[in-house]
């Protein structure tokens, strides 16, 4: 079973990644947000967002969202030990989106099964502001992976990075 997880910033879209690419089947464990200082939206997610989705006959991806805030610190490590690739979602306008890139790439760099990595460029931006961010990224030699865009609300597009990410993975994934 391909397991992949979605990383990123409170409110950078990853239950709305999964909404668009499982529709109703998706499940979610969003609640009220109590923390509107750090995010004016109305709810959050506290445990994992999780959804299915087939891509062809053969290959079955499981999905799943991490809480954003770092007080779940400990659910993101759990849900990264048991994926295989991961989606780092990121908004390149917001200022600390490279400390922020860097430091959740390093996480799934530390996570006994990861072998796929992209950096999701979530919100738009300039062909010239996406290229700028790859190279400032790509300057940390761990953080050479992939960098896409796509919005996260746009279920072609979202298919389009999974399959992408999909096509990174071995055929044969096994949990360490
Ligand atoms: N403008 C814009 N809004 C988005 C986008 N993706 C998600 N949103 C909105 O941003 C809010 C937060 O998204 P959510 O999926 O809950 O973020 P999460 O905290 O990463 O799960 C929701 O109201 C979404 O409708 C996007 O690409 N552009
Ligand atoms: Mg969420």
Redesign the pocket.
């Known amino acids: 079973m391909k397991r992949i997880v979605l990383l990123?910033p409170?409110?950078?879209?990853?239950?709305?990644?999964i909404r668009s690419l499982c529709g109703s089947l998706a499940i979610e464990c969003?609640v009220p947000n109590l923390d509107k200082q750090a995010h004016a939206?109305e709810?959050?997610?506290v445990g994992l967002?999780f959804g299915e989705i087939k891509l062809d006959d053969e290959d079955t991806l499981q999905v799943y969202?991490c809480p954003?805030q770092e007080r779940y610190d400990f659910v993101r490590e759990w849900a990264l030990s048991l994926a295989f690739g991961a989606i780092v979602?990121v908004d390149i306008h917001d200022p600390h989106s490279m400390e922020q890139t860097i430091d959740l790439i390093q996480q799934c760099h530390a996570a006994p099964n990861i072998q796929a990595i992209v950096v999701l460029i979530?919100?738009p931006a300039s062909a010239a502001q996406q290229e700028m961010f790859t190279v400032r990224l790509s300057a940390h030699a761990e953080c050479a992976v992939p960098v896409l865009s796509a919005?996260?609300?746009n279920p072609s597009q979202m298919l389009d990075t999974l399959d992408i990410i999909a096509a990174m993975l071995p055929d044969e994934v096994q949990p360490r």
Do not use: F
């Open positions: 990123g409170m409110g950078i879209g990853k239950t709305t990644a969003d939206k709810t959050t997610t967002d969202g954003g979602m979530s919100r919005d996260p609300r």
